[in-house]
């Protein structure tokens, strides 16, 4: 499940005489980690990435045969299907009339590779091309302040809607 589980995982592996197989999502896996975790790599059957730039990472800094770590993109479930736009989320948020970007994370300082600035640095621009458009941002954290400053720095607040945290109940629409 986790490059930092891979210790517990390969001993368990070890004591069932059983295959280890490891997945790397992201950023765990882009930096030199431990002798320990090389080791568990080393004997892990089946690596799998989350992405081909996860993949590159991990491979430039563990010794294992490159066949042995595939890519394993990550999906989502059946209730996250296309459907119509429910009216109290249109009218709640502004999104009337006006095309969609959406993401959906964590705003936390240490995860800015996730590139919300860059979407907000680029709406202007973007919004001249395609017409209204939203960036609704739903997620919470610590690095919310500073990204709601950019937006209003760059003239795009109004476009940049942050809904903060959304249960599970009514993330899918």
């Known amino acids: 499940g986790h490059l930092h589980a891979a210790p517990l995982a390969a001993a368990l592996a070890r004591l069932w005489q059983a295959r280890l197989w490891v997945h790397v999502d992201g950023i765990e896996a882009w ?35 490159p066949e042995r770590v595939r890519v394993l993109p990550n999906t989502v479930g059946r209730q996250f299907m296309p459907r119509p736009r429910r009216p109290e989320l249109m009218v709640r948020y502004g999104l009337a009339g006006r095309k969609v970007i959406l993401t959906v994370g964590r705003l936390s300082s240490s995860e800015r590779y996730k590139g919300h600035d860059r979407i907000i640095r680029v709406l202007a621009g973007v919004a001249r091309e395609c017409g209204p458009l939203a960036y609704l941002i739903v997620g919470s954290g610590d690095d919310r302040v500073r990204l709601e400053t950019l937006a209003r720095n760059q003239g795009g607040d109004a476009m940049v809607i942050f809904a903060g945290y959304v249960g599970e109940a009514e993330l899918p629409d």
């Open 31 to 65: 930096v030199p980690r431990d002798a320990v975790v090389k080791r568990c790599l080393g004997a892990a059957h089946l690596i799998t990435s989350a992405s081909r730039f996860t993949r590159r990472r991990l491979l430039e800094w563990v010794r294992i045969e």
